[in-house]
């Protein structure tokens, strides 16, 4: 009780003495509250009366900043796979590394290999006046081996830059692409990426025939939806650092006369050979596909090179060669594939025994998804010559069977 008579004392004493203070303090909060609303009411007349162009710049201008770095990451396309294998040799070699003789890049018998990572970011080009460029680095035991130049990095870290250009589409015509730097061959029916061909193994053309890359400048310009023409200007066959003063020429000519098939004339011409500008190389590479049905494409290659003194008995060396494939889709899920090749090397140049190779390739693959694809290889291969390694020494034949796996992303 006598809490409550306390409170009620000084509300009764004191409040009375602070009155006028509280009262000065609220005349000066309502004088101050009536200043900022005169003030506000100045600021929306001045807005209305700006345009409405003015006003949207500054929001323009935030909304291009933002959308700057999406529109340069929506124009790339970027990717890659992973490409393994297992093999055997029924010879069965000596040796597992390197054991299944004259292969390209499926060279080791009884092992598993991890043939390549391949990891691609490019900016295509479509319209006139329009730059892009790609770059393809690989990883793997395929990156080694396609690293052939000495002059150029270091051929034993597994690790190669398959493709570095820029391109650039001059508004001339229909319009003239120019690409400047390393790319890969225009020649042949196969490509380094096993999972792009019908079967695992390359093909003896592709290892011996023909080039893996070019280093320099490329034109390509489209006289029609059915003809075009490529020209090369290049250091040679797989040299990123020339091994000459001379440079290499080469061309295509791409011809579609229907949309079931297509023709390819490749050429190149030039000295290859390490301080020599008067030995030249040449090859006519030619490729047709034809597309017979939805379900069969039929893929045809011949080869004809000749290089001046460098046979092994010193003279001119010439080579040549065909290949036929069948590539058949059972189902969306299903595909099997049939190669048969002949590969003459007169003077030995190209395979180091002047012989006369032949094979016959069987594959059957089955896509589990989108991004997994399994395939099963069986190959026979068989010379002229003791060329093939067995547990005896040599023999003129092999027998390979490929387990292969490829996950793209």
């Known amino acids: 009780m006598s809490k409550r008579i306390f ?56 909304a291009a900043a933002v959308e700057q770095p999406v ?11 992973v490409d393994m294998a297992y093999g055997y040799n029924f010879n069965n070699p000596d040796t597992r590394k390197a054991g299944n003789a004259l292969r390209v890049f499926d060279i080791d018998h009884n092992s598993f290999s991890f043939d390549l990572l391949e990891l691609y970011v490019e900016r295509p080009i479509e319209n006139p006046g329009e730059a892009g460029f790609r770059f393809d680095l690989n990883f793997g035991q395929i990156a080694d081996l396609i690293d052939l130049d000495p002059d150029f990095g270091d051929s034993s870290d597994d690790f190669d830059v398959q493709q570095a250009y820029v391109t650039y589409r001059a508004p001339i015509g229909n319009g003239l692409d120019v690409a400047f730097g390393k790319f890969v061959t225009h020649h042949g029916a196969e490509v380094i990426e096993s999972k792009d061909n019908p079967n695992y193994s390359r093909s003896f053309l592709f290892g011996f025939a023909i080039p893996f890359t070019h280093t320099g400048v490329r034109f390509t310009y489209p006289f029609s939806d059915k003809i075009s023409y490529t020209q090369h200007i290049v250091n040679g066959w797989d040299n990123v650092v020339d091994n000459n003063d001379s440079k290499s020429l080469g061309g295509q000519l791409a011809i579609t006369p229907t949309e079931a098939f297509v023709f390819y004339l490749n050429w190149m011409y030039g000295p290859e050979q390490t301080n020599n500008e008067g030995d030249k190389r040449g090859v006519i590479d030619l490729v047709s596909t034809y597309q017979a049905t939805d379900k069969l494409k039929c893929i045809f290659n011949y080869d004809y090179g000749s290089e001046e003194d460098i046979a092994l008995d010193g003279g001119d060396a010439h080579w040549q060669g065909f290949a036929g494939i069948l590539d058949y889709d059972l189902s969306e899920k299903v595909g099997v594939a049939l190669r048969g090749e002949w590969f003459n090397d007169d003077g030995g140049s190209r395979t180091g025994t002047d012989q006369d190779l032949y ?20 190959r026979h291969d068989w010379s002229s010559k003791h060329s093939f390694l067995d547990d005896d020494g040599t023999d003129d034949e092999q027998d390979t069977l490929f387990m292969n796996v490829v996950y793209e992303f």
Do not use: N
Request: glycine share 6%.
């Open 7 to 62: 409170v009620c004392f000084l509300v009764v004493v004191l409040l009375p003495a602070f009155m006028p203070t509280l009262l000065l303090a609220g005349e000066q909060s309502v004088d101050q509250l009536l200043r900022r609303i005169e003030q506000l009411e100045k600021r929306v007349a001045e807005l209305e009366a700006t345009p409405a162009t003015a006003l949207a710049q500054p929001q323009e201008e935030q």
């Open 71 to 81: 529109t340069f990451l929506e124009g790339l396309e970027i990717g890659g796979f």
């Open 359 to 378: 094979e016959i390739t069987l594959a059957g693959e089955y896509h589990w998804t989108d991004h997994l694809m399994t395939r099963l290889e069986y």
